[in-house]
């Protein structure tokens, strides 16, 4: 008794189903959505992000912020987040055709981050990588200080050195701290988060 | 992409496909009959029914 | 019924045959199976190891944060991979081919490829846990390997699953038990999710909130359709085999597999409630996720009604009682991930450890404790060799059962505060970290006792290789066959 070709058939089909809904349906649509133009302005939304901007995303990701920041703002029916202040509008498919990969996440042991760059200024973003302590009081957020580079001062201060440092890693007189490549592109990449432009799926949501 | 397009279209082909020709083939073999009846194929006459085959380890005999 | 031995031996009786039969086909497995069971102990440790970091981490976030390859984000997801991928699957490999070849009725043939294969598979592990502790972590849940890593698990793998697969081509005559329903669809169901996520997220990587759809279609199988189904697998084989009862029920065992293969894989996207996809990829998984209390259910009935009755074999095996352990862990998992999935509930539950606890109720409580009911099953089979100590089973089962009990309740109750506080819009964000803070030390010190357990268990291991302790002078339970003796005594 043989029942080899029954199983085979069973194991495939069922998986199959599945595997067309959830893997070959969104790849053949979700994966194809293109940026809207804005016929008045001619703006690109969601709009490009530079190259720094990019760079900053494999930075995210070795360092691993998704395991604590989430990238989504749930509709109004299915959640707070909208009341919480994490973004004018639910997120959509579509904000997240720039992203490689993309950040959704699942946890938010920390903040979400969808919408971080309109909160956050460039000077912030690194005195807070380098001590989230100093900055944000009370986080358990991680230092990144690896990210940055404490140095002496040649001659002038460098421009894009840190300021306002405090805390037991700030730079002794006559040191500064500047921030590495990684850091600089991750930063940028933090403050292109801004799912604030239009898009034609999702106006409704954000009036609820 | 385009590999990925083969993947997404050749897998969808090729999963369907074994399906359906193992489908037929299990049809036509009587693979539908005498799906019972099979919980005490793992026994057998030196660990029958009714004979547990675990324990804890016991101290040696002195 | 001829084999070898009986054609070298024609007065050897049945009995005497089954049992060189199955001794013959437990040598051809131990190289291969032991090599699995050793490398697999050996990553459980290490993800211990690495967990009880990430997990201090959280408590003191100023711990060892200069290194950059000790930073959270990237020791939490090297413990995932080395438990994932070193250990949980590797165990699997291991119990799933001797069950294999038991169950068949066949020697596993060409055992060095495998023992390659299960180098291989290693070299894997490691090569990837580097890297992502270097900084090449993909961020991808569960798939967090770099891509230099990944080819070479998929080509181990596809010489291990291949293996399955020909056992169960060339099995001895009769009827196919559900355990090797449940084996031969996690060997042809774990390549496939593996290739295509590697293709579409690692190669050739889609675009935009797709990924978030196949990543978790992905991570959640690998859970439901490669480890639930090898424990399901190990459950239907050692509660029976153990007591010496038969499954209660062969009709439902086999309705739970189908089941189980039809919800289950639509169940990923109950992951991404909320997030941005059409409304009916996520009512899809809802919906599946919901009916697995079928599946669930059946399982349940039936292991407890071939329990029924005797239960007094959790005092005397240790196989059945991580087994059961294991089996009901995955009734209030299965339960609890169903119950998960309902929106009202999930606006509280998403984004927060209860989820974290829920993983670990699944691969922990369910899994890893069935994988450890099974290697107390094989392991004497294929040394031939008793288990040193009965106090090392004893400690190792209570620091594993009350550990992950502790540290699943802490990471639920921690993870509601949390979820009540996040989902509250007059409560600040930063004390829903504050709320759950008391619950995460809870959880560390329940790591403690977890990773004592373990390597309690990897020396009790150790010391099963090296033949510790005095030869028995009456055998326990598994003596193995010498046939001389047999024909005088049958």
Redesign the interface.
């Known amino acids: 008794m043989n029942r080899l070709p029954l199983l085979f058939l069973g194991i495939f089909l069922t998986f199959a189903s599945a595997w067309a809904g959830l893997v070959a349906y969104p790849y053949l649509t979700l994966g194809r959505l293109l940026p809207v133009t804005n016929e008045e302005t001619g703006e690109l939304s969601p709009p490009p992000i530079s190259g720094l901007a990019e760079a900053g995303q494999t930075v995210y990701a070795a360092n691993g912020c998704l395991y604590c920041h989430s990238q989504q703002v749930r509709p109004a029916y299915l959640s707070t987040d909208i009341a919480k202040g994490l973004g004018p509008r639910r997120t959509v498919a579509r904000d997240y055709i720039r992203s490689r990969p993309a950040f959704l996440g699942t946890m938010r042991t920390g903040p979400d981050l969808t919408n971080v760059g309109l909160r956050y200024s460039a000077e912030w973003q690194h005195r807070h990588l380098y001590e989230p302590g100093e900055v944000s009081k009370g986080s358990i957020m991680p230092a990144f200080r690896y990210l940055y580079v404490m140095q002496k001062i040649q001659g002038a201060p460098s421009a894009d050195a840190l300021k306002d440092l405090t805390g037991p890693h700030a730079p002794k007189p006559g040191y500064e701290v500047v921030p590495t490549e990684d850091a600089k592109a991750l930063v940028a990449y933090l403050l292109s988060l801004k799912r604030d432009y239009p898009l034609p799926e999702s106006p409704e949501e954000s009036l609820e | 992409?385009i590999?990925?397009g083969i993947?997404?279209l050749g897998?969808?082909i090729f999963?369907?496909g074994?399906?359906l020709i193992?489908?037929y083939?299990?049809a036509r073999?009587g693979?539908?009959r005498?799906?019972?009846?099979?919980?005490?194929?793992?026994?057998?006459?030196?660990?029958?029914?009714?004979?547990?085959?675990?324990?804890?380890?016991?101290k040696?005999?002195a | 019924m001829t084999t070898l031995a009986a054609s070298l031996n024609p007065g050897l009786n049945e009995r005497t045959l089954e049992k060189i039969e199955r001794s013959a086909i437990d040598d051809s497995a131990r190289l291969p199976v032991l090599l699995f069971f050793g490398t697999a102990i050996f990553w459980l440790v290490i993800g211990s190891l690495l967990a009880l970091v990430a997990a201090f981490k959280m408590n003191l976030p100023g711990l060892m944060d200069g290194e950059a390859w000790l930073t959270f984000g990237r020791v939490r997801p090297a413990h995932l991979n080395t438990v994932v991928y070193g250990w949980a699957s590797a165990a699997g490999i291991g119990v799933g081919l001797w069950l294999m070849a038991r169950l068949c009725r066949v020697a596993m043939m060409h055992t060095s490829l495998l023992i390659v294969a299960a180098i291989f598979w290693n070299l894997g592990v490691f090569v990837g846990t580097l890297g992502i502790l270097a900084g090449d972590s993909r961020s991808i849940e569960w798939l967090e390997f770099p891509g230099y890593s990944t080819p070479i698990l998929f080509i181990a793998y596809a010489f291990i699953g291949i293996w399955g697969v020909i056992m169960f081509r060339f099995r001895k005559p009769g009827h196919v038990y559900v355990s090797q329903w449940y084996l031969l669809a996690a060997f042809l169901w774990f390549p496939w999710l593996y290739a295509t996520v590697n293709i579409l997220l690692i190669w050739q990587p889609i675009l935009g909130s797709a990924q978030g759809a196949v990543n978790w279609w992905f991570a959640h199988n690998v859970l439901g359709l490669w480890f639930t189904p090898i424990g399901l697998a190990s459950a239907y084989y050692m509660i029976p085999k153990v007591i010496g009862r038969p499954i209660h029920s062969y009709y439902l065992s086999i309705l739970g597999f189908w089941s189980l293969a039809l919800f289950y894989s639509w169940n990923g996207m109950h992951h991404l409630i909320g997030g941005p996809f059409p409304a009916w990829m996520i009512s899809a998984s809802v919906v599946a996720s919901i009916m697995m209390f079928v599946p669930v259910i059946t399982v349940a009935i039936n292991h407890h009604m071939t329990m029924k009755g005797q239960f007094e074999g959790l005092k005397w095996s240790p196989t059945l009682r991580f087994t059961v352990f294991g089996a009901m862990s995955y009734t209030i998992v299965s339960f609890q991930g169903s119950m998960m999935a309902i929106p009202t509930l999930n606006q509280i539950t998403h984004f927060t450890h209860y989820t974290i606890g829920h993983s670990h109720l699944g691969l922990y409580a369910f899994f890893t404790m069935m994988m450890f009911g099974a290697m107390y099953y094989i392991v004497p089979r294929l040394v031939g060799w008793e288990w040193p100590s009965a106090s090392l089973i004893r400690w190792h089962f209570w620091l594993a059962a009350i550990g992950i009990l502790i540290m699943v309740g802490a990471l639920t109750l921690g993870g509601i505060i949390q979820g009540l506080a996040l989902y509250d819009p007059a409560v600040n964000f930063m004390n829903s970290m504050h709320f759950a803070s008391p619950w995460l030390w809870i959880r560390s010190f329940s790591g403690i006792l977890l990773t004592a357990a373990h390597v309690i268990f990897a020396v009790h291991f150790v010391m099963m290789l090296l033949h510790v302790g005095a030869k028995k002078a009456e055998p326990t339970l598994f003596a193995r066959p010498i046939p001389e003796e047999e024909t005088l005594t049958a």
Do not use: C, N, Y
């Not at chain 2, 006459?45 to 547990?52: L, M, N, S, V, Y």
């Open positions: 992409m590999v990925a993947l997404i897998g969808l999963l369907s074994t399906a193992a489908f083939w299990a073999d693979q539908f005498d799906l019972k009846k099979g919980s005490e194929v793992i026994f057998d006459e030196d660990e029958p029914i009714g004979r547990p085959t675990d324990h804890f380890p016991v040696p005999q």
